[in-house]
Every structure is written in structure tokens, then in C-alpha cells.
């Protein structure tokens, strides 16, 4: 079966960290480049970041520029979301998706994969 399972989330201070992991398995998770997006309760989807699997290009919404550091680990099937100095405003649902490609401002595209989120509180 294809699964995608975002996990990692919680609730952290303002100002605090978390790392997100995304893992992927029963498909060729090297030939997709992998999207974190974000939902909030009221608010739509927003891409956050996406890594290219062509070159490892590394894109970013500019609200997580310099705060969230997208990287994945081949041998592991895995792809991390480091977010440092998390403020309230990030809190969300935490989405990952296997994508044909990435934008410049943090979207892929051309989903082909998605899975269950991970919620991710940041209190002020």
C-alpha cells in the first residue's frame, strides 16, 4: 500500500522548535519532490516548502524563510521539516505531499501522494 504519514507535531512555546518528519512508503519516493503545506482552523492551505528530488533545490513561503529548513534523508525514505523560532501564527495542521515539482514560493504541484497531517500548536 502507498502510505505518506507527516508525524513530529505538538505543542511548543513560542520561540521553540520542532522537527517534522515525512515518510514514505510502497512507491519510489525518489523520483517526487516532497511539498510540507499547512492548514489552519479557518484559514486555506498554505504551501510552506518543498524540496526537488531532481537537484535538492529547496523552496520556501516567505512567512518560514530563515525558520524552516527543509532536508530529506534517502536512506530513511524521509523528509524533514526543521521549524526553529515557531510563533503562534504557525500553528496548523502540517501536510506532506509526494509532487511532480516545487514553486518558488513553497507549493508543488501536480500532487500525486498526500497522507494524514500532524498538528503543530505554538503558544504565545
Known amino acids: 500500500d502507498v502510505q505518506l504519514q507527516a508525524s513530529g507535531g505538538g505543542l511548543v512555546q513560542a520561540g521553540g522548535s520542532l522537527r517534522l518528519s515525512c515518510a514514505a512508503s510502497?512507491?519510489?519516493?525518489?523520483?517526487?519532490?516532497i511539498n510540507w503545506f499547512r492548514q489552519a482552523p479557518g484559514k486555506e492551505r498554505e504551501g510552506v516548502s518543498c524540496i526537488s528530488r531532481s537537484d535538492y533545490s529547496t523552496y520556501y513561503a516567505d512567512s518560514v524563510k530563515g525558520r524552516f529548513t527543509i532536508f530529506s534523508d534517502n536512506a530513511k525514505n524521509t523528509v524533514y521539516l526543521q521549524m526553529n523560532s515557531l510563533k503562534p501564527e504557525d500553528t496548523a495542521v502540517y501536510y506532506c505531499?509526494?509532487?511532480?515539482?516545487?514553486?518558488?514560493?513553497?507549493w508543488g504541484y501536480g500532487i500525486h501522494y498526500w497522507g494524514k497531517g500532524t498538528q503543530v500548536t505554538v503558544s504565545s
Open positions: 510502497g512507491f519510489t519516493f525518489d523520483v517526487y519532490a
Open positions: 505531499a509526494a509532487v511532480q515539482g516545487c514553486s518558488a514560493t513553497g
